[in-house]
């Protein structure tokens, strides 16, 4: 009797795991288990008859169709996530008593979701943006979620200030256009009206808008928080994240290109290059100012809208995290997973960042309603990995079957559980700060500078990049229909450099001369900065891991050195794709046959990161013949790609609109402008070191300021 009593009991426990889907997966049921015997017609009052209402199977199923939709993220709606694990590379005692942070040898798992802010859930990857990089830590001590964007700072200041951003930047209310972009008169009317942003647009408007790839992105906390050690020190702290691979971007004509022959351009990459074994990697690093320092800036540093400069506030590498496994269902964990910078554990704490403060409210707020009720936190992907015991019970989507009859405290019935632990338990502690103050709607004075550091920021940039600023305010601002607000902003922005806003207004119809720098401007120190930290110039450039080559081919190519350059560059750990006028087998000069793997119908350009062209004389003039693979030579070099010909490869690029003195440049480094040839194929070696380093070096701006090559 006992046993049947026990099999009862475990059978019911069975039932409580999470709803699974059956592994053989060999029958189609019902969502009540019901087996089905035909899915391809509803139940009907004979074969031309009506559909009969006890269809049960029919009307379940169209059902559930009708609601799988949920409201999407109402920023950061389009999405990539990916699993990995985060390791500390030394005990952080000293820091923060965040268990997680303590041991080397431990690997915390986590999960990270990237996105773009603006568009909408099915929107292009590769849009003018910020990009999301939000991280859950499942740490033994509860969840941790740093919900951090790719640039340092943000638009406003205050959290009240944030539905009229968004609002503004959303597609307009009477037409819902336009889809994922910021150039349009409601976003640059706020920019017009709120200097607060200034530093921020000249992000925005920089490369840092455009990434190659989620695995060549900054990640940053963006606001202040504090670390907390077992002693109970506090120190402020921001969060960083530093991608292995160094910080590259794509061009502007390119990112719109992509935008049509690849929307999934930066999910595909990321998913890609996991299912490849190329795992992305990010060191985390922090910057750190101890209490007594708070007031010693020339700005506030609970102000979301300044950096902190590298060179006053170093950064102190602290871990490292890998995303080794991608999702298996985008809907369960993509979508539905829950970020909330509220989510701490014990040794994270936080600063008065006004912005801060709105953020620990909102993310809470909207799953609610996203999500669908309180118990989100159920949901397999949003779920600790720390025990959870509180009296909390019902709720739309309740999964916890809860036991006994005591949801409350403090209690006898229920032996006083469960209890609230101390903080040598474990338990998590505000940090005690003294706080006090007059109930007003002011901000503290040093929020007022909002020129000084968007001056540093500009002034940090290298020739190219100041360009590709101003070229970014031709187009947005372009865009923009309202005169008024176009003069508006470029007069604003002359305050950060007079020359820029002139330069830029000279595309835009502005009276040039019209611009300058208000009266009052305060000539701050940090109007001279140049922190180098903040140029893409000095990013990593020593690998080309990951890098995409597209090799143009025809029949008739030279196979020997071909193969010999393959080999050395997916040694470095580069990827090679053949393409051709059609897809399939290709015969070399020799005879020997390579697979083209792609035509010029399903691939273009704009999805490498570099082009080879091999030798042979009758593949050469085959391509000579080919609009097709002109145009690719010609896009390649003024999106500033590498671009690399051997052998009679040469001739193709003579064809193109390269000028001939850049591709007969045959191994002068300063010259050759990523343009890497050799003539003589006897003797490969140094025509692939030059062409990797090339290829490292990402792109290579000095063609943007030689003759523009149509493309
Ligand atoms: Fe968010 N933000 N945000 N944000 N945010 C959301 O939460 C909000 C801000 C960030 O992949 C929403 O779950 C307010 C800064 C990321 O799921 C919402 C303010 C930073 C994600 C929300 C900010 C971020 C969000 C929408 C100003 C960089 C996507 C859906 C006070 C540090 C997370 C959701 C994911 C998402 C509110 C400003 C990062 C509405 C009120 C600054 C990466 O709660």
Same mark, same amino acid.
């Given at each position: 009797?006992?046993?049947?009593?026990?099999?009862?009991?475990?059978?019911?426990?069975?039932?409580?795991?999470?709803?699974?889907?059956?592994?053989?997966?060999?029958?189609?049921? @019902?969502?009540?288990? +019901?087996?089905?015997?035909?899915?391809?017609?509803?139940?009907?009052?004979?074969? &031309?008859?009506?559909?009969?209402?006890?269809?049960? %199977?029919?009307?379940?199923?169209?059902?559930?169709?009708?609601?799988?939709?949920? !409201?999407?993220? +109402?920023?950061?709606?389009?999405?990539?996530?990916?699993?990995?694990?985060?390791?500390?590379?030394?005990?952080?005692?000293?820091?923060?008593?965040?268990?997680?942070?303590?041991?080397?040898?431990?690997?915390?798992?986590?999960?990270?979701?990237?996105?773009?802010?603006?568009?909408?859930?099915?929107? !292009?990857?590769?849009?003018?943006?910020?990009?999301?990089?939000?991280?859950?830590?499942? /740490?033994?001590?509860?969840?941790?979620?740093?919900?951090?964007?790719?640039?340092? $700072?943000?638009?406003?200041?205050?959290?009240?200030?944030? !539905?009229?951003?968004?609002?503004? $930047?959303?597609?307009?209310?009477?037409?819902?256009?336009?889809?994922?972009?910021?150039?349009?008169?409601?976003?640059?009317?706020?920019?017009? @009206?709120?200097?607060?942003?200034? %530093?921020?647009?000249?992000?925005?408007?920089?490369?840092?808008?455009?990434? &190659?790839?989620?695995?060549?992105?900054?990640?940053?906390?963006?606001? /202040?928080?504090?670390?907390?050690?077992?002693?109970?020190? =506090?120190?402020?702290?921001?969060?960083?994240?530093?991608?292995?691979?160094?910080?590259?971007?794509?061009?502007?004509?390119?990112?719109?290109?992509?935008? *049509?022959?690849?929307?999934?351009?930066?999910?595909?990459?990321?998913?890609?290059?996991?299912?490849?074994?190329?795992?992305?990697?990010?060191?985390?690093?922090?910057?750190?100012?101890?209490?007594?320092?708070?007031?010693?800036?020339?700005?506030?540093?609970?102000?979301?809208?300044?950096?902190?400069?590298?060179?006053?506030?170093?950064?102190?590498?602290?871990?490292?995290?890998?995303?080794?496994?991608?999702?298996?269902?985008?809907?369960?964990?993509?979508?539905?997973?829950?970020?909330?910078?509220?989510?701490?554990?014990?040794?994270?704490?936080?600063?008065?960042?006004?912005?801060?403060? *709105?953020?620990?409210?909102?993310?809470?707020?909207?799953?609610?309603?996203?999500? *669908?009720?309180?118990?989100?936190?159920?949901?397999?992907?949003?779920?600790?990995?720390?025990?959870?015991?509180?009296?909390?019970?019902?709720?739309?989507?309740?999964?916890?079957?809860?036991?006994?009859?005591?949801?409350?405290?403090?209690? @006898?019935?229920?032996?006083?559980? !469960?209890?609230?632990? /101390?903080?040598?338990?474990?338990?998590?502690?505000?940090? /005690?700060?003294?706080?006090?103050?007059?109930? $007003?709607?002011?901000?503290?004075?040093?929020?007022?500078?909002?020129?000084?550091?968007?001056?540093?920021?500009?002034?940090?940039?290298?020739?190219?990049?100041?360009?590709?600023?101003?070229?970014?305010?031709?187009?947005?601002?372009?865009?923009?229909?309202?005169?008024?607000?176009?003069?508006?902003?470029?007069?604003?922005?002359?305050?950060?450099?007079?020359?820029?806003?002139?330069?830029?207004?000279?595309?835009?119809?502005?009276?040039?001369?019209?611009?300058?720098?208000?009266?009052?401007?305060?000539? @701050?120190?940090? &109007?001279?900065?140049?922190?180098?930290?903040?140029?893409?110039?000095?990013?990593?450039?020593?690998?080309?891991?990951?890098?995409?080559?597209?090799?143009?081919?025809?029949?008739?190519?030279?196979?020997?050195?071909?193969?010999?350059?393959?080999?050395?560059?997916?040694?470095?750990?580069?990827?090679?794709?053949?393409?051709?006028? %059609?897809?399939?087998?290709?015969?070399?000069?020799?005879?020997?046959?390579?697979?083209?793997?792609?035509?010029?119908?399903?691939?273009?350009?704009?999805?490498?990161?570099?082009?080879?062209?091999?030798?042979?004389?009758?593949?050469?003039?085959?391509?000579?013949?080919?609009?097709?693979?002109?145009?690719?030579?010609?896009?390649?070099?003024?999106?500033?790609?590498?671009?690399?010909?051997? =052998?009679?490869?040469?001739?193709?690029?003579?064809?193109?609109?390269?000028?001939?003195?850049?591709?007969?440049?045959?191994?002068?480094?300063?010259?050759?402008?990523?343009?890497?040839?050799?003539?003589?194929?006897?003797?490969?070696?140094?025509?692939?070191?030059?062409?990797?380093?090339? +290829?490292?070096?990402?792109?290579?701006?000095? &063609?943007?300021?030689?003759?523009?090559?149509?493309?």
């Amino acid at each position: 009797m006992d046993k049947e009593k026990n099999n009862k009991k475990d059978k019911k426990s069975e039932s409580m795991k999470p709803f699974q889907e059956d592994p053989d997966r060999d029958f189609l049921t @019902t969502n009540q288990g +019901v087996r089905v015997d035909h899915t391809d017609d509803s139940l009907k009052a004979g074969p &031309r008859g009506p559909t009969l209402l006890e269809d049960f %199977h029919f009307r379940e199923k169209l059902t559930h169709f009708d609601h799988e939709r949920i !409201p999407e993220r +109402v920023v950061h709606a389009r999405g990539s996530g990916a699993y990995g694990y985060f390791q500390v590379y030394e005990p952080m005692a000293e820091y923060t008593k965040a268990k997680f942070m303590q041991d080397p040898s431990a690997k915390t798992p986590v999960f990270v979701r990237f996105s773009t802010v603006v568009g909408f859930r099915g929107s !292009p990857d590769t849009v003018r943006d910020v990009r999301g990089f939000a991280t859950k830590f499942y /740490t033994e001590e509860g969840n941790y979620d740093l919900v951090g964007n790719n640039i340092p $700072i943000f638009f406003i200041q205050d959290a009240i200030k944030f !539905p009229d951003l968004v609002h503004s $930047i959303k597609p307009e209310q009477h037409n819902q256009m336009p889809q994922a972009s910021a150039a349009h008169d409601t976003f640059w009317d706020f920019v017009a @009206t709120a200097p607060e942003t200034t %530093h921020m647009m000249m992000w925005l408007l920089s490369d840092r808008a455009l990434p &190659r790839s989620y695995r060549m992105m900054d990640g940053f906390g963006v606001n /202040t928080f504090r670390l907390v050690n077992a002693q109970g020190k =506090g120190r402020f702290v921001k969060f960083h994240w530093k991608p292995v691979l160094g910080v590259h971007s794509l061009v502007w004509d390119e990112t719109q290109k992509i935008a *049509g022959k690849d929307p999934d351009y930066n999910r595909r990459d990321l998913w890609e290059s996991i299912e490849m074994g190329d795992f992305p990697e990010y060191e985390l690093a922090i910057q750190l100012i101890e209490e007594e320092n708070e007031f010693d800036f020339d700005f506030d540093i609970l102000d979301p809208t300044k950096i902190w400069p590298e060179e006053e506030v170093p950064l102190k590498k602290i871990g490292k995290m890998v995303l080794n496994k991608n999702p298996d269902n985008f809907f369960a964990e993509t979508e539905q997973v829950a970020f909330c910078p509220a989510n701490v554990v014990p040794g994270i704490d936080f600063s008065n960042d006004p912005l801060l403060q *709105g953020r620990l409210f909102s993310y809470l707020d909207t799953q609610l309603i996203r999500l *669908g009720g309180p118990n989100f936190q159920e949901i397999p992907i949003n779920r600790p990995i720390s025990p959870v015991a509180n009296n909390q019970r019902e709720g739309y989507n309740r999964m916890t079957i809860n036991k006994g009859p005591i949801s409350y405290f403090p209690n @006898t019935v229920g032996k006083g559980k !469960p209890r609230p632990g /101390t903080e040598q338990e474990g338990a998590y502690k505000h940090y /005690t700060e003294k706080v006090e103050g007059k109930k $007003i709607r002011e901000r503290s004075e040093k929020f007022l500078d909002h020129y000084s550091q968007a001056a540093m920021f500009y002034n940090s940039m290298s020739e190219p990049e100041k360009e590709h600023i101003v070229k970014a305010l031709h187009f947005e601002l372009g865009k923009v229909n309202s005169k008024e607000i176009r003069e508006k902003v470029l007069q604003s922005f002359s305050n950060v450099d007079e020359d820029m806003a002139r330069e830029a207004a000279q595309g835009v119809g502005v009276m040039p001369q019209s611009l300058k720098k208000s009266p009052d401007l305060r000539e @701050t120190e940090a &109007r001279k900065k140049v922190s180098r930290a903040l140029s893409q110039e000095n990013t990593v450039k020593d690998s080309i891991r990951s890098r995409k080559i597209a090799v143009l081919c025809a029949e008739g190519f030279d196979y020997g050195s071909f193969m010999k350059i393959k080999e050395a560059l997916m040694e470095a750990g580069a990827y090679l794709n053949v393409i051709s006028k %059609h897809q399939g087998m290709l015969k070399s000069a020799g005879g020997q046959e390579i697979e083209a793997e792609k035509n010029y119908e399903t691939t273009a350009s704009v999805l490498f990161d570099a082009v080879l062209v091999p030798g042979g004389q009758k593949c050469i003039q085959a391509l000579g013949m080919q609009g097709d693979a002109l145009h690719f030579i010609n896009e390649s070099y003024r999106h500033c790609k590498p671009i690399g010909a051997i =052998g009679e490869g040469i001739d193709l690029i003579l064809k193109s609109d390269i000028p001939e003195n850049i591709t007969l440049s045959e191994g002068e480094a300063q010259s050759d402008l990523g343009v890497v040839t050799a003539r003589d194929t006897s003797s490969l070696d140094n025509f692939v070191g030059r062409f990797k380093d090339a +290829v490292a070096q990402h792109r290579h701006w000095g &063609r943007e300021s030689k003759e523009q090559v149509p493309a």
